[in-house]
């Protein structure tokens, strides 16, 4: 029988890995692509006075493999991530990127003008511009001081 030293690292990664799978199987989440064939990309939404801004990373792909539509005031983004060498992929010790098809939604908020949404995608992030409509901007009113 093998001695071996305890090492509360090894225990607290053991513990760490229990729980994603946990979480990924309570949520119906899954990893394994393969199976899915989908996966999200990692989004920021932020928010000025003048428009709401969505970055989303898409590693790997070009403008030609990603579709952004706006209908019903939701905002689609969707496209595919192909892996690059499906011949060779047997021979893969280790495959953590993600691969196949995404879709993601937003509702957009009655304040953004649709017309005017502007994309743009440079070294894999895509950035969208969703400009408040004029009407919904703060406006400051001045106040007129009468003097008696």
């Given at each position: 029988m093998a001695i071996?030293?305890?090492?509360?690292i090894r225990e607290m990664?053991?513990?760490s890995n229990s729980l994603n799978r946990m979480f990924e199987e309570m949520s119906g989440f899954n990893t394994d692509t393969e199976i899915t064939g989908s996966w999200a990309p990692a989004v920021d939404?932020?928010?000025?006075?003048?428009?709401?801004?969505?970055?989303?990373?898409?590693?790997?792909?070009?403008?030609k493999d990603i579709d952004v539509t706006v209908e019903n005031n939701t905002l689609t983004i969707k496209g595919e991530r192909k892996f690059e060498n499906?011949?060779?992929r047997e021979n893969y010790h280790r495959i953590e990127r993600q691969y196949g098809s995404f879709y993601r939604s937003?509702?957009?908020p009655n304040t953004v003008d649709v017309t005017r949404i502007n994309a743009n995608?440079?070294?894999?992030?895509?950035?969208l511009a969703l400009?408040?409509?004029e009407e919904t901007k703060p406006k400051k009113i001045s106040i007129n001081v009468k003097q008696k």
């Open positions: 071996t030293k305890y090492n509360p990664v053991g513990l939404v932020s928010e000025s006075e003048n428009a709401i801004e969505i970055k989303a990373d898409l590693p790997g792909m070009t403008e499906e011949d060779k937003f509702q957009l995608f440079k070294n894999g992030i895509l950035e400009p408040k409509r």
